[in-house]
């Protein structure tokens, strides 16, 4: 059933088109900074946006040559009416780039409706209050473009949504290592998730989480850890180190450590629970307290007993490559294996990186 996952993350446009003919509205998300509970609170479908690798969609961004790959990309993809099932797009701030793409957006009236959403960068007391009050206030947007008020029983069931697709995550990631499933199929696992309706995603990692046994192994091949944001990327990278005898056992894709973490409180208010859940609980560079997400990343290499870890950024990510120059100092006082890449998503620019994956392979054997 695993070749499910990426079938439906194939057709997920026309599966958005359907969804949408059926009269729902769609919502994208611009990162997972951006409370998908609310925006399933109001009955609209929340999706993330995802990079499609077609160096069309970048030029056509008009953006500036030295931005991130991943805002030139979604802006063309926009652009060039990719995602026309959308009724608007959440964005809420990761970085310099992503806060002021969303500028350009509503200056050239990219989609219909445009909301920013104003994460605090902590979890203070004055923090989480200041967010229960945007919540509302995006809420209140939301109920205007669906027409159905968010009520707290709403807000509750959709967080419990919420929390059993990220429960299901976690129950997959603990499975993944030593269940023989490979590292393609996982990252489709995931990326499913991102654009098919929570209630269908829950219902298939049930099945596919009862489906899997911890009877096969990766056959004496070296075991690696991936990190990265790019799926097209991360993929290049999976078979480049299956070339070398290499395999992914487990990765972080950023998001996943989202939902494979952190459950969101269902008794009391939800409000506060909701913005409780995602300030500073979400690997956000810069957001997201860098020891907590070392710590992250080396236990579950731990866990996944791999021999190391590639750690993969797009060129001209400044918010990676700065939490990045974080994170190296723990790897190295943890002693941990690791292998930096930097690239653009281009199969040159990811073609040059073989040599480097193989000499990293080699020198764990
Ligand atoms: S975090 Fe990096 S890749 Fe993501 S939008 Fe910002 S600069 Fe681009």
């Known amino acids: 059933m695993i070749s499910e996952f990426k079938e439906r993350f194939d057709k997920r446009h026309d599966i958005c088109r359907e969804i949408k003919q059926g009269g729902k509205k769609i919502m994208a998300c611009f990162y997972g900074l951006v409370p998908k509970e609310l925006v399933q609170a109001a009955g609209m479908l929340p999706i993330q946006l995802i990079e499609n690798r077609d160096p069309k969609f970048d030029e056509g961004s008009k953006l500036l040559p030295y931005l991130c790959g991943m805002s030139k990309n979604l802006t063309g993809q926009l652009y060039s009416k990719i995602y026309d099932y959308l009724d608007g797009a959440m964005v809420a701030t990761v970085c310099d780039t992503n806060r002021h793409v969303f500028d350009i957006w509503q200056y050239n009236n990219i989609l219909p409706n445009l909301f920013l959403v104003r994460t605090p960068s902590t979890n203070a007391a004055v923090a989480v209050d200041y967010y229960k009050e945007e919540l509302k206030r995006l809420a209140g947007e939301l109920e205007k473009l669906s027409g159905r008020k968010i009520t707290d029983e709403a807000l509750l069931e959709s967080i419990a949504l919420f929390n059993e697709n990220r429960a299901q995550f976690k129950q997959f990631y603990d499975l993944r290592p030593k269940s023989g499933v490979s590292a393609e199929d996982a990252l489709y696992v995931f990326a499913s998730g991102l654009t098919l309706p929570v209630e269908e995603h829950n219902e298939m990692l049930k099945r596919l989480n009862a489906s899997l046994s911890p009877r096969k192994g990766t056959n004496g091949q070296t075991r690696l850890m991936l990190s990265a944001v790019n799926l097209n990327m991360a993929l290049d990278i999976i078979k480049m180190a299956a070339k070398y005898d290499a395999a992914i056992v487990t990765d972080d894709f950023i998001h996943n450590s989202r939902y494979g973490l952190n459950t969101i409180a269902t008794d009391g208010d939800p409000w506060e629970a909701l913005a409780r859940g995602y300030l500073r609980t979400i690997p956000a560079p810069g957001i997201y307290p860098f020891?907590?997400?070392?710590?992250?990343?080396?236990?579950?290499?731990?866990?996944?007993?791999?021999?190391?870890?590639?750690?993969?950024?797009?060129?001209?990510?400044?918010?990676?490559?700065?939490?990045?120059?974080?994170?190296?100092?723990?790897?190295?006082?943890?002693?941990?294996n690791y292998l930096k890449l930097e690239a653009e998503d281009t199969p040159s620019s990811i073609e040059q990186l073989n040599v480097r994956v193989q000499s990293f392979v080699e020198s764990l054997v």
């Open 291 to 336: 020891e907590d997400r070392a710590a992250y990343i080396r236990d579950t290499i731990k866990e996944a007993k791999a021999d190391g870890m590639i750690y993969l950024v797009q060129l001209y990510c400044d918010a990676f490559a700065i939490e990045y120059a974080i994170l190296k100092e723990r790897f190295d006082a943890w002693n941990i």
